[in-house]
Structure formats: structure tokens, C-alpha cells
């Protein structure tokens, strides 16, 4: 079976430090990555995505994961974080398994807290 | 702003009634996924349709049905509803390239979301 976890219920990071979200997958075969965020009282945000090709993935607002096939991680990181990518942040995994449609399976999220 | 819209943002209902949530895909996407946000459960999928067939259906109780009709938007039915039905209730909409094989059908794009429907059931 597919899985994603998340290992850290929260981070805390000073604004303008760099910052490291970590996931960890469990797939058969090719796995399909992605980051979303959500906001308070909003919906899930596509961030990023992995499919094939170069192991780093650059996304919106300046965020960028790493892929690692042999640790099976896809940590999502920042150079300079800001008070406003405090949110709450999720990794997926596409299940590509016959007849499950392409579903996501999301880890359990990470809650990113930035201090002034 | 995702394209995809969701309707009602808010309900608030007694146990044993029945709801129905509404949403529309983003245009020219032609799958449509529900997934369930619970504090204990997180993001879980219920079901997925593709240009109004069912494709593949995940942990979705009996008495929640859904469809997704010829304009594309998608319903999701939910009935004699409990408390710890209460949720936020998401769809996604995804593009169309994807692997097919026969009846399988497996989408590798990105998904994307509505702003939900929070439902709390009193």
C-alpha cells in the first residue's frame, strides 16, 4: 500500500532562516510526489510536484523539495523563510494503483509556525 | 484562486438530516475527487469520478453517495448524518493526462482544490 508520513507535527523557524519540512514515502513502483499548503479557512494550495527528471523541484513562492529515491523522502525546503508561509503544510503521494484513480494519499501535515 | 468552487462555505444541520455539497471543476477538467479534513482522520479520499462514471471510490460510508453530472460539477450526498460526520469537505478537479488501461484509470497530475464546506452536524 502507498504511504506518506510527515514526521514533525510542528516547526518553528525564525524568519529569514532557511526551513526544512520532511516527508517520507512508501510506493510500489514510480512515485508520484507533491507539496500543497493550506491557510486557515482555506483550501489546499498546490506548491510543487515530482514526476521524473531532476531530483530538485522548484515551486511557488520561492519553495523547492528534494527528492531522494534511496532515503524515499521529499523534504520541502525555503532559503529565507517569511512570517507568511506560517501555515499548514501537507505531502502527497498519487496512488497509481489499478482502479484508484490517480487519488492522493496525504500525510497528516506539518504545522509551519514563523517568528518575527 | 483555484478555478474549482465549492458551495455552501458553511452548514450547520442536526443529526439524522440529509445535505447535499455542490461543486464545479475547474474548466476543462474532467475528474473530480472528494476528500473528507477530520482533526482525527486528516485528508482522507472518498471518491472520484471521471466525465460523469465513477472511478474509483475510497473510505465513503454507505450513506454518502455522490455524482458528477453531464456539465461536470459533481454532487456529494450526505445522509442520516452523525455527529462525527462533522468535517471540512474538499473537491479537486485535475487535468486529463493520465495512463489508461482498460478500465484502469490513473491521473499523475496535480489535483486542484476548492475551499471546502465545512459541515457541522449539532
Known amino acids: 500500500a502507498q504511504s506518506v508520513a510527515q514526521p514533525e507535527d510542528q516547526v518553528n523557524v525564525a524568519e529569514g532562516n532557511p526551513l526544512t519540512v520532511k516527508c517520507t514515502y512508501s510506493v510500489s513502483g514510480n512515485p508520484y510526489l507533491f507539496w500543497y499548503v493550506q491557510y486557515p479557512n482555506r483550501g489546499l494550495q498546490f506548491l510543487l510536484k515530482?514526476?521524473?527528471?531532476?531530483?530538485l523541484v522548484k515551486g511557488s513562492y520561492g519553495f523547492e523539495a528534494e527528492f531522494n529515491k534511496s532515503q524515499t523522502s521529499f523534504h520541502l525546503k525555503k532559503p529565507s523563510a517569511l512570517v507568511s508561509d506560517s501555515a499548514l503544510y501537507f505531502c502527497?503521494?498519487?496512488?497509481?494503483?489499478?482502479?484508484?484513480?490517480?487519488?492522493?494519499?496525504f500525510g497528516q501535515g506539518t504545522e509551519l509556525s514563523v517568528k518575527p | 484562486d483555484s478555478g474549482v468552487t465549492q458551495t455552501p462555505k458553511h452548514l450547520i444541520t442536526a443529526t439524522g438530516q440529509r445535505v447535499t455539497l455542490r461543486c464545479s471543476p475547474r474548466?476543462?477538467?474532467?475528474?473530480v475527487y472528494w476528500y473528507q479534513q477530520s482533526l482525527d482522520q486528516g485528508l482522507q479520499f472518498l471518491i472520484q469520478y471521471y466525465n460523469g462514471e465513477e472511478r474509483a471510490k475510497g473510505n465513503i460510508l454507505e450513506r454518502f453517495s455522490a455524482q458528477q453530472f453531464p456539465d461536470l460539477h459533481s454532487e456529494l450526498n450526505l445522509s442520516s448524518l452523525e455527529l462525527g460526520d462533522s468535517a471540512l469537505y474538499f473537491c479537486a478537479s485535475s487535468p486529463t493526462n493520465s495512463k489508461t488501461s482498460g478500465r484502469a484509470f490513473r491521473s499523475y497530475n496535480e489535483q486542484f482544490f476548492g475551499p471546502g464546506t465545512r459541515l457541522t452536524v449539532l
Open positions: 502527497a503521494v498519487r496512488d497509481m494503483e489499478y482502479n484508484q484513480g490517480g487519488k492522493l494519499i
Open positions: 515530482y514526476i521524473t527528471g531532476d531530483n
Open positions: 474548466s476543462g477538467d474532467l475528474s
